[in-house]
């Protein structure tokens, strides 16, 4: 195709031979919804790029469009113009299918409103993502280690003695948890979270923060979050603002 | 996996879907209620012509039959006698059988079939269907069976209906002795001895016969049907329905028929021996066995050989054959050997054809018509899907977000179709075969709660209602019910499975 030819004639990109090729980057991205007539613009072309097992954190006013660039890398929309790519590999314009399978194998995705199964008990839930990536036989005769997995994760986002309950019957901090847990129980190389930390008070966010970063730290786990906190931002190696649809600032923590 | 869950669970927390079952779990019960009662009457109805009928028949073109029934029986032995089991020589005419009620002749058109019973018995089982050899039901009260179902078909009275007779031959010698003495005086009296009454009354009816030789039985023999011996009258007051016998064993009736040769009208007075029921009613109220012997010499169907034996005539052969498979095979190697100018050879499945044709016809429309009902409960099924797509979309956007695909979306909903098929299509053949076996039960139960008879004995000759399950039929019901509601959920699963992820979980 002709990814290459395109990445030649782009500033970012040249510039990341000489760096270490990003983990997973938005390429001049422009997304507008459309309202009848009318088209909405929300991102106008957004570049980002984020390395291997860095920790970024993006910041924007309300409506900025954080939400819409992070379903636009995590391939639950795609982008108008421009591009996602992976490891340099263009994305977004894969067949279903593939974009199917990365988005169950490669990214782990924290949904602002959760979005949780309410049929499902909390355990049901978190291993969603495993029942979706294995075959019902694989499923079944591996499904302890994987239940021993979920229950292992549910207990690092402190919801062990919850794992029977519906998603009706937990608070808001509490769902946010068990969608951390999701997002983090398929070992996903790269994890989308949107607002994180919107429901939890300090205690709690500070607590799902530090896991965040003991993953990030110890397995390489390459994060995306959005969050209003600054002091929760200020976790992060790297922090953007998204600001009228473009990445304003550049601020390196630490 | 996940499909599976979800399904399971989308079965357990929506009722509505449930309800929409309810309608295919309705259809299925009423498509194996109606078959079964349907196949039950149809195999009662085609046991009992084939039990009159026998399996086989030969009959001749002609009235008046062909010359030498045992030769021909014989050859019958001879091409075909691994295959049968059974055969013997009839002479069919029609006829009017008069009886007298009230001091008047009731005539009625009837089938006579004039039989030999020894080698009838062999072709059909008629022992099954005369009165005598069963017990029945009077008045309410069970009358055991006059006869043993070991005694041989014959000519003969029963002890009770012989003694009937001899009372009713004794009160007439009576009366008429005494109408006799009456006469004589008002002869002396008037010195008239012109009468035209008294010449009349040498051969009126059954009164005058007996009189000649007391309770000794005609030469004529006759089975009677019992819808003609019998007349069902429902009382319009208390809606009582009661039975007249019009004929009973050891009555005299007379038989009008035809000769053989030119038609000229014959007749003879036979006493009737036995009432029969078959549960057609087709054969119950038209059909009168008679003795053979008596039937050839009224019809002059007997030729007189030099020699000064006798060779006599039948109109038909019925065969009763070991195996019924065979009748292909024994009807061409009979075809065959009997010129079809002269003889007609059939099974009885041939001869009843139209009635049978009909009989399928009828079930087959309803059938249909049935499943249209269960087609109506899959757009039940179709509109609920919908609502349950709608109200899932959310939850559809989720799982495309954490990597299902399409088609595995669209698995649940058909999956989710399917269960709640065989979820319905299941009770409702449980809900169909517990009915049937219980149907007379339940039977029983509406008749007491409406104070009506639902399937009142008389009208259908049958005292339980018939009940055959198919479950080849079952199978293809439930079968097809399940069909319907999978294919029901086509549209709504393919729907679901082609809403974009963000879309979808843009729905809050
Ligand atoms: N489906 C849609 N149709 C029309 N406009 C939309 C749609 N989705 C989002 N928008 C608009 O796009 C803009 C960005 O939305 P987005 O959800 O990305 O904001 P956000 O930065 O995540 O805000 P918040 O901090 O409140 O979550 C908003 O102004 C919103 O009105
Ligand atoms: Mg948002």
Redesign the interface.
């Known amino acids: 195709m002709s990814t290459t030819i395109m990445t030649s004639d782009n500033p970012l990109l040249r510039e990341s031979i000489a760096m270490p090729v990003p983990h997973v980057a938005a390429l001049a991205v422009q997304k507008a919804y459309r309202k009848g007539e009318h088209s909405v613009p929300v991102l106008h072309g957004v570049d980002i790029s984020v390395r291997k097992a860095e920790f970024l954190s993006i910041i924007g006013q309300s409506g900025s469009g954080k939400s819409t660039l992070m379903h636009l890398i995590g391939l639950l929309d795609t982008p108008d113009v421009g591009e996602v790519q992976l490891e340099g590999q263009r994305i977004d314009d894969l067949p279903v299918r593939t974009r199917d399978e990365l988005r169950n194998r490669v990214f782990g995705f924290v949904f602002q409103f959760y979005h949780l199964l309410p049929e499902l008990s909390l355990m049901e839930n978190v291993l969603t993502p495993l029942m979706i990536r294995h075959s019902i036989w694989n499923y079944w005769t591996r499904r302890r280690e994987f239940q021993d997995r979920a229950k292992a994760m549910i207990d690092r986002v402190g919801l062990g003695h919850r794992l029977t309950h519906k998603p009706s019957e937990l608070s808001g901090g509490e769902m946010q948890r068990a969608a951390i847990a999701r997002a983090l129980v398929a070992q996903p190389e790269i994890l989308l979270a949107d607002e994180p930390t919107g429901n939890l008070d300090a205690k709690t966010g500070r607590e799902i923060i530090d896991l965040m970063a003991r993953l990030n730290e110890r397995e390489q786990l390459t994060i995306i979050m959005v969050t209003h906190d600054k002091s929760i931002a200020a976790e992060a190696h790297r922090t953007v603002r998204l600001c009228e649809g473009r990445i304003e600032t550049l601020t390196d923590a630490a | ?2 499909k ?3 399904c399971q ?2 079965l357990r ?1 929506r009722y509505i879907a449930l309800a929409s079952i309810i309608s295919v779990t309705l259809g299925v019960a009423t498509m194996i209620v109606v078959n079964s009662v349907m196949a039950g009457f149809g195999s009662e109805m085609r046991a009992r012509i084939q039990g009159i009928l026998s399996d086989i028949i030969v009959e001749t073109r002609s009235m008046n039959g062909e010359f030498d029934p045992e030769g021909h029986m014989q050859r019958i032995r001879e091409l075909v006698g691994k295959y049968i089991s059974g055969v013997t020589a009839t002479v069919e005419v029609h006829a009017i059988l008069s009886y007298k009620s009230l001091g008047d002749y009731v005539p009625h058109p009837v089938n006579l079939v004039a039989i030999v019973p020894e080698s009838k018995a062999e072709v059909g089982p008629l022992i099954d269907y005369l009165q005598s050899y069963h017990s029945q039901i009077e008045n309410g009260r069970e009358v055991p069976a006059e006869r043993s179902r070991t005694e041989p078909l014959g000519w003969e009275l029963t002890p009770a209906a012989m003694a009937r007779r001899q009372e009713k031959a004794e009160y007439y010698r009576q009366t008429e002795k005494l109408r006799h003495q009456m006469r004589a005086q008002r002869e002396k009296e008037e010195g008239n001895s012109s009468d035209p009454f008294a010449e009349t009354s040498g051969e009126d009816g059954a009164a005058a016969e007996s009189d000649e030789a007391p309770g000794q039985l005609q030469k004529g023999r006759l089975y009677v049907g019992v819808g003609l011996a019998t007349y069902l009258s429902v009382d319009p007051e208390t809606k009582e329905s009661k039975t007249y016998n019009m004929i009973r064993p050891g009555d005299d009736v007379r038989i009008t028929t035809y000769s053989a040769g030119t038609p000229a009208p014959k007749y003879f007075v036979a006493t009737v021996v036995d009432t029969f029921k078959t549960g057609m009613s087709e054969y119950d109220s038209n059909l009168v066995y008679c003795n053979l012997e008596q039937l050839q010499e009224v019809r002059g169907m007997i030729r007189h050989n030099e020699d000064g034996t006798e060779t006599r005539a039948f109109t038909s052969l019925q065969i009763k054959l070991k195996d019924y498979k065979d009748a292909p095979k024994v009807i061409e190697i009979l075809r065959a050997n009997f010129s079809a100018e002269n003889f007609n050879v059939n099974t009885w499945e041939q001869r009843q054809g139209p009635l049978l044709a009909a009989v399928d016809v009828e079930s087959s429309i309803l059938n249909i018509l049935l499943f249209l009902i269960i087609t109506v409960a899959g757009f039940g099924i179709l509109a609920i899907f919908f609502m349950i797509v709608v109200e899932k979309t ?2 559809i ?10 088609s ?1 979306v669209m698995s649940i909903f058909l999956t989710y179709g399917l269960l709640l098929g065989m979820v319905g299509a299941g009770a409702g053949v449980g809900v169909g075969l517990l009915f049937v076996y219980y149907i007379n039960q339940i039977e029983k139960f509406i008749t007491f709660a409406t104070g009506r008879e639902v399937f009142p004995e008389k009208i259908y000759y049958f005292k339980d209602i018939p009940t055959h399950v198919d479950p080849f039929t079952v199978c293809w019901v439930a079968f097809g019910a399940v069909m319907i509601a999978v294919l029901a959920s086509v549209l709504p699963a393919r729907r679901a499975a082609h809403l ?3 879309q979808a ?1 843009r729905y ?1």
């Open positions: 996996m996940y599976m869950l979800l669970r989308y927390t959310r939850d956007g989720i799982l495309k977000a954490l990597g299902a695909s399409s595995g974009r992820p963000v979980l809050e």
